[in-house]
């Protein structure tokens, strides 16, 4: 087993105040126990994907690429909310409008995580190669229910926004020093050595291709994107009605059992490949044995 790296802290990832009643933290009550699970299984398997178990990303690939859809799916759907936002009448200030509007203004610029994920997809298929695209599947039947959900009840995205954004923002940063710290070599298939690297060296590990979705632009690294969403995202706890908070809640817990369902469906698969890589060259041997047996029984 690898030398366990420091887990990153629930109480980071899962950030609280005084104010139990609002969005984030009803979110965060109500998948405390799901989150647990899932930092674990994130915490026990993320080194196997990694030096010195594995000679290049692949494995890591995989574990990213239905992620990486998720997320697009729901960036997508939020970008289809603000155009439609764009065309409502001023004049309208029926609930639905202002919740619409509201949503539309939620995501501080710079926040969507898509064409960074597309662009480290496409870095690392270079790096391991289309295998990287064998992963476990999201499934055509949630897509489809997430999508009409998204366009029935908008107000679902945040959701999306919370569990994904905020994860990008805390086990993220966690996740991010594991991956730098492989070093170059790895994440570039060019040799090049990465000792007694300076400290603005050190810092550039943090940003190689491969996981750069796992960083911000600018000084602040996002954090300035995460005081403005959380700042934003107050607003709704008086503007959304019970039922649309519950609703929120529901789909939050729906997301969270999704990915320890991916993360459990990528086990079965590596569980499945090296059954197969073990019993392959055994059959082939018994083969070889019975082929080897058989010609000599013919030449008596």
Known sequence: ?????????????????PDSSSISNRINLATRQQHTELNR??????????PPYQPSPLLFSKGIVPFARIF??????????????????????????????????LRPEGL????????DLRHLRDIAGSKICNAPS????????????TRQNPEVLVAFAWVFYMATFAGGRWIRRQLAHRGADFWTGQSGGTGNLEKGEESALLHLPGFTFLSFPGHDDGED????????????????????????????????????????DLDRMVWRAQIFN??????????????????RYSLR
């Open 1 to 17: 087993m690898p030398t366990p790296s420091p887990s990153p802290p629930l109480a980071t990832t899962m950030p609280t105040s």
């Open 138 to 149: 999201v499934g055509e039947a949630w897509v489809k229910e997430i999508r009409a959900r």
């Open 41 to 50: 299984l994130i915490v026990q398997r993320l080194p196997l994907a990694l």
């Open 225 to 264: 994107l995460k005081t403005a969403f959380k700042a934003r995202l107050a607003e709704g706890d008086t503007l959304l009605t019970e039922s649309e908070k519950e609703e929120i809640l529901d789909v939050s817990r729906q997301i969270f059992d999704k990915c320890i369902g991916l993360v459990n």
């Open 278 to 295: 073990r019993v392959l060259p055994a059959l082939g041997l018994v083969s070889i044995l019975l082929v080897y047996l058989a010609m």
């Open 72 to 105: 697009i799916l729901f960036e997508i759907e939020w970008d289809l909310l603000v155009r439609h936002a764009q065309r409502l009448d001023p004049a309208d200030l029926s609930h639905d409008a202002e919740v619409r509007r509201w949503l539309a203004s």
């Open 112 to 119: 969507a995580r898509s064409e960074r994920l597309k662009n």
